[in-house]
């Protein structure tokens, strides 16, 4: 009894993780094609992110969310365009 309660969390963790890598690789290709097509339409790196994060709130996946808070630093002022990046 005292082994399933330890193996329990660490079981529902990696069926988590492994949804998550599952949704992640099916949409990082349109990901990385919405960037492209943004980019070469003339938008820079960060309105093109900015593009795919409001299109994605619609389905509410997951790149959006990770990129969303890439995105929160560079509305400050106080920070750079480098540094909220890298953050």
Not at 14 to 19: A, C, G, V
Not at 20 to 43: F, H, N, S
Not at 46 to 69: E, H, I, N, Q
Request: overall charge positive.
């Amino acid at each position: 009894m005292a082994a399933a309660g330890w193996y329990a969390p660490v079981y529902y963790v990696e069926l988590k993780r492994r949804s998550r890598m599952d949704r992640i690789d099916k949409q990082l290709p349109d990901m990385i094609d919405l960037l492209v097509v943004t980019i070469e339409a003339g938008l820079g790196i960060l309105a093109s992110m900015r593009v795919f994060d409001r299109f994605d709130k619609k389905t509410s996946t997951v790149p959006s969310s990770g990129l969303r808070r890439r995105l929160k630093p560079t509305k400050c002022r106080s920070s750079g365009r480098a540094t909220a990046l890298l953050a």
